[in-house]
């Protein structure tokens, strides 16, 4: 239940005292629900490259296309074709594709149980910056998407977090107010961009952590 004092990262459960009880959850996907480290994939891409990879990682920021893809402004193909140009190292498009997507750990960090426990009382709504190329590989080998009713994903959204298009319309998708939107994101911005909207974002640290939050409000599962 919630109390007065600060835990880690300096949240007061108190200040969430008296607000509207929680009527939806909304997760983001990439360090929530799976941990993803890109430079797993510029590990394998390096050895392949005539180019040192920090130098290709200057130009890749500097072209914009991975935020195109985001988005849904640039098609997986023109994208993968782009990238193998600037890396200067082509390749079949489905090679590419399976070391793009080599960023993700195997396990999920949040428990099934818990997943699994929320879909049961909740509406459960997916809300992440990704791209066709990324969510393609994770509906294909992680099964907590099962849990999710409804997906807010940038590339179909054309909006990105934290934009406030993003939020409103996982907020719609949700089906209830912003303050009855329980969100969690690892990202601090992405958590202030939510707060603007009115949701009741936290920053995501841990599964541990993320129950607590969830109990503060005395969400069941």
Same mark, same amino acid.
């Given at each position: 239940m919630?109390?007065?004092?600060?835990? %880690?990262?300096g949240?007061?459960? +108190?200040?969430?005292?008296?607000?509207s +009880?929680?009527?939806?959850?909304v997760?983001?996907?990439?360090n929530?629900?799976?941990s993803?480290?890109?430079r797993?994939?510029?590990?394998?891409?390096?050895p392949?490259?005539p180019?040192p990879?920090?130098?290709?990682l200057v130009?890749?920021?500097? %072209?914009?296309?991975?935020?195109?893809?985001?988005t849904?402004?640039?098609? #997986?193909?023109a994208?993968?074709?782009?990238?193998q140009?600037?890396?200067?190292? #082509?390749? #079949?498009?489905e090679?590419?594709?399976?070391?793009?997507? %080599?960023?993700?750990?195997?396990?999920p960090?949040?428990?099934?149980?818990?997943l699994?426990g929320?879909?049961r009382?909740?509406p459960?709504?997916?809300?992440?910056?990704?791209?066709a190329? $990324?969510?393609?590989?994770i509906?294909?080998?992680?099964?907590f998407?099962? $849990?999710f009713s $409804?997906?807010?994903l940038s $590339?179909?959204?054309?909006?990105?977090k934290?934009?406030?298009e993003?939020y409103?319309?996982?907020?719609?998708r949700?089906?209830?107010?912003?303050?009855e939107?329980?969100f969690?994101?690892?990202?601090?911005?992405?958590?202030?961009?939510?707060r603007?909207?009115g949701m009741d974002?936290?920053?995501?640290?841990?599964?541990?952590?993320?129950e607590?939050?969830?109990?503060?409000?005395?969400?069941v599962w």
């Amino acid at each position: 239940m919630p109390g007065s004092g600060l835990r %880690s990262g300096g949240r007061a459960d +108190s200040y969430w005292e008296g607000m509207s +009880s929680v009527r939806a959850i909304v997760l983001d996907i990439g360090n929530v629900l799976v941990s993803f480290d890109f430079r797993r994939a510029y590990a394998r891409l390096e050895p392949l490259s005539p180019r040192p990879i920090a130098e290709f990682l200057v130009d890749l920021r500097a %072209s914009g296309i991975v935020k195109l893809l985001e988005t849904g402004r640039m098609e #997986p193909a023109a994208f993968v074709e782009r990238f193998q140009a600037l890396l200067g190292a #082509p390749m #079949p498009y489905e090679a590419f594709c399976s070391i793009w997507s %080599s960023i993700f750990l195997p396990e999920p960090v949040i428990p099934d149980s818990l997943l699994a426990g929320l879909a049961r009382r909740y509406p459960m709504v997916l809300l992440s910056n990704t791209n066709a190329i $990324h969510f393609e590989m994770i509906e294909r080998n992680y099964d907590f998407l099962r $849990h999710f009713s $409804h997906r807010v994903l940038s $590339h179909e959204a054309g909006a990105a977090k934290p934009s406030p298009e993003i939020y409103r319309l996982a907020i719609a998708r949700a089906g209830c107010e912003p303050g009855e939107c329980f969100f969690a994101d690892d990202i601090p911005e992405f958590v202030e961009g939510a707060r603007r909207e009115g949701m009741d974002a936290v920053r995501f640290e841990s599964a541990a952590l993320l129950e607590a939050d969830l109990r503060a409000r005395d969400v069941v599962w």
